[in-house]
């Protein structure tokens, strides 16, 4: 996101809670870099100083609700005038919201934000092309030249990380956006199935889906080491993403801000090396660093 800033050469502020992770954004043009932690409004003021708009993303897995809603609270008494939330949205017809932990609570915090009197704008994208990367949950697996998710011949509608980000920078250096939602999804509904073919074409190497139970990916998880609240969360997921075979596509949100839609083949192809390095987990003592973090995985 904030390479996006520093592509187009708008100046942006970034917070950081680890310095070190944050390393590679000190050598972006234009970016600021300053440290904090959303939790604890006390390390926030140099950040919050001066600040016209504030561009909300944190990480699901790490109390997102309370981390974001006490960030809001902080922001506002510092008078920022304005926050983006970066939300969620599932593409399936009639998603129930209540039904998955992190969309129900994108949901409660976009509630908090709209309560609390800021301006306020949410970018909601569905789920990003960057899960089917290999080292993350639900990624394929470079090693077998498998993608093993559990869903069934449901189509999801995933949008490419950059076209998001484009959207975010758009939302952030022009006017006119508040009180609005801006949905967006990728420009097709895929099965697993062609999201394979997709992939293979890519890179001349063939990968199938593998439609094992949700119970048995839900062990292979456990028994690679994912903690046991992203395994719940991820049963919720799959449950839903079974029920649901129909996807949207909602490309309105590309077009009111002039950012032409990838489809997973062009992304496929820009990350035709990344589809093929083995990223898998290795649990060996001393092995490889895990994909995931000690919360769990990157993305979904
Ligand atoms: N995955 C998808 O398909 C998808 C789709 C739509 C929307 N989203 C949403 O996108 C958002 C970002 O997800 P992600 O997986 O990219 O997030 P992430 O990389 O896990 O986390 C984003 C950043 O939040 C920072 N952070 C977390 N807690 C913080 C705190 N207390 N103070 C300061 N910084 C803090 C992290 O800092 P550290 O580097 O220090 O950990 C990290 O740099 C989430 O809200 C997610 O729900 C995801």
Redesign the pocket.
């Known amino acids: ?1 904030v390479q996006e800033f520093a592509r187009q050469n708008v100046p942006v502020r970034a ?4 310095p070190d ?2 390393r590679k954004l000190h050598r972006l043009p234009r970016v600021e870099v300053v440290e ?5 409004p006390e390390t926030l003021t140099a950040a919050l100083r001066g600040v016209e708009r504030v561009l909300l ?8 609700p309370e ?2 809603c ?2 809001i609270d902080a922001a506002k008494a510092a008078g920022v005038p304005h926050i983006v939330k ?4 599932e593409s399936g017809v009639g998603f129930d919201i209540d039904s998955f932990t ?1 969309t129900r ?2 949901r409660d915090i976009e509630r908090h934000l709209e309560a609390s009197g800021l301006a306020w704008t949410h970018l ?5 092309m ?2 089917y990367l290999p080292g993350t949950l639900t990624g394929v697996d470079p090693r077998r030249r498998e993608l093993r998710i559990p869903i069934g011949d449901s189509r999801l509608s ?2 490419a ?1 950059e076209d ?1 980000a484009k959207v975010a920078v758009a939302l952030m250096t022009s006017d006119g956006h508040e009180g609005r939602a801006y949905d967006m999804t990728g420009p097709e509904a895929l099965t697993m199935k062609e999201v394979v073919e997709r992939i293979s074409e890519a890179t001349g190497t063939a990968f199938r889906h593998v439609e094992l139970s949700p119970e048995d990916k839900l062990r292979e998880s456990a028994e690679a080491g994912i903690p046991e609240p992203t395994i719940r969360i991820l049963r919720e997921l799959f449950a839903e993403r079974r029920r649901r075979p129909e996807s949207h596509v909602l490309l309105d949100t590309h077009r009111t801000f002039g950012v032409r839609p990838t489809s997973f083949a062009e992304f496929a192809r820009r990350h035709a090396e990344a589809f093929l390095a083995d990223a898998a987990p290795t649990s060996a003592p001393g092995g490889r660093e895990a994909p995931w ?1 000690a ?1 769990g ?4």
């Open positions: 996101m917070l950081v809670r680890n992770k944050a904090g932690d959303m939790l604890r993303i944190s990480s699901e897995r790490e109390r997102m981390t974001q006490t960030f970066y939300s969620s949205r992190r609570e994108h909601r994208p569905s789920q990003f960057e899960v995933p949008v990380i998001v973090d919360h995985n990157r993305w979904w």
